[in-house]
T-cell receptor, first 118, second 111 residues
Framework: NAGVTQTPKFRVLKTGQSMTLLCAQD?????MYWYRQDPGMGLRLIHY???????AKGEVPDGYNVSRLKKQNFLLGLESAAPSQTSVYFC?????????????????FGAGTRLSVL | LAKTTQPISMDSYEGQEVNITCSHN???????ITWYQQFPSQGPRFIIQ???TKVTNEVASLFIPADRKSSTLSLPRVSLSDTAVYYC????????????FGKGTRLSVIA
């Protein structure tokens, strides 16, 4: 049981190049998320998905696109990388259960992808 | 979404109990409180979650007063390996409203 796996772990891009980050989870979770974390900062939500075939924008979606064609995979794309997108990217997945009227949702994170855009 | 406020940083000596308080004055009835821990160069990891009163697991305790406008994460007898950033999140997890991570509290444990 690998949990949440991110590919690649490191990448260096030149300004204007494109790339796709892959997130795979083997826990059959419905929800998946992409965050970015800049030095000394908390995590900021880029995009998320509440199920296969669905995506939604988070706090900082500009410059990124996502796709969730399969339940276990969530792809993050940078069409034209910019230096401002230099960051560590984390993927997470979560299940959603209810206990009475109170819902619970715990996120499981990948190890991160460190991206530098020159 | 309920906004949270927590100290930016804290220092503690090994073996001491550490309490990190999070304020969430506008918490809603269906909101509950979750804490995550993040070590350098790693993704956050779930620590504990609660709705009211006290919750305890093998890692920490979470104290929530009756008015639920704040919560306190308690780490017993910290060690150097507890040095990390701790995030407090509040939300209803309605399914379409993901939670927001703030900047967290950076805990430094000193020998």
């Amino acid at each position: 049981n690998a949990g949440v796996t991110q590919t690649p772990k490191f990448r260096v891009l030149k300004t204007g190049q494109s790339m796709t980050l892959l997130c795979a989870q083997d826990m059959n979770h419905e929800y998946m998320y992409w965050y970015r974390q800049d030095p000394g900062m908390g995590l900021r939500l880029i995009h998320y998905s509440v199920g296969e075939g669905t995506t939604a924008k988070g706090e900082v979606p500009d410059g990124y696109n996502v796709s969730r064609l399969k339940k276990q995979n969530f792809l993050l794309g940078l069409e034209s990388a910019a230096p401002s997108q230099t960051s560590v990217y984390f993927c997470a997945s979560s299940y959603y259960i209810t206990s009475g009227e109170i819902a619970k949702n715990i996120q499981y994170f990948g190890a991160g992808t460190r991206l530098s855009v020159l | 979404l309920a906004k949270t406020t927590q100290p930016i940083s804290m220092d503690s000596y090994e073996g001491q109990e550490v309490n990190i308080t999070c304020s969430h004055n506008n918490i809603a009835t269906n909101d509950y409180i979750t804490w995550y821990q993040q070590f350098p160069s790693q993704g956050p990891r779930f620590i504990i979650q609660g709705y009211k009163t006290k919750v305890t697991n093998e890692v920490a305790s979470l104290f929530i007063p009756a008015d639920r406008k704040s919560s306190t994460l308690s780490l017993p007898r910290v060690s150097l390996s507890d040095t990390a950033v701790y995030y407090c999140l509040v939300g209803s997890y309605s399914g379409n409203t993901p939670l927001v991570f703030g900047k967290g509290t950076r805990l430094s444990v000193i020998a």
